[in-house]
């Protein structure tokens, strides 16, 4: 797992990453938690594919590479409604699980406008 924490200003943008070690031919999804609320879907990436939630499409977005088994989450515009706990997990069997296989998520970041 990789922990780090960003402190941005209303308004900026910022970019997270996920480093991953499974093929990027899985669905990765990005999940972020606000303090004292619920996980919030944000997105999902595979092959030739990507889904966003409708609120956040025009701000936010999924991109990979592949060479570097990377997932980014670019975000724009950042209000402190996005202040969170970013997580980014991968799919699998139907359920996003990190690679070993736990009901846990894979990396975070932590985002505090």
């Not at 910022?14 to 999940?31: D, K, R």
């Not at 938690?33 to 701000?59: A, F, N």
Request: hydrophobic share 30%.
């Amino acid at each position: 797992e990789v922990f780090s924490s960003m402190i941005v200003q209303p308004g900026q943008h910022l970019t997270i990453t996920c480093q991953v070690s499974y093929s990027l031919g899985h669905w990765t999804a990005w999940i972020r938690q606000p303090v004292g609320k619920g996980l919030e879907w944000i997105g999902m990436k595979s092959t030739g594919s990507t889904y966003y939630k409708d609120s956040l499409t025009s701000r936010f977005s999924i991109s990979r590479d592949n060479s570097r088994k990377q997932v980014y989450l670019q975000m724009n515009s950042l209000t402190t409604e996005d202040s969170a706990v970013y997580y980014c997990a991968r799919e699998s069997q139907n359920s996003f699980l990190n690679q070993s296989g736990h009901s846990t998520l894979s990396c975070l970041s932590s985002l505090t406008p």
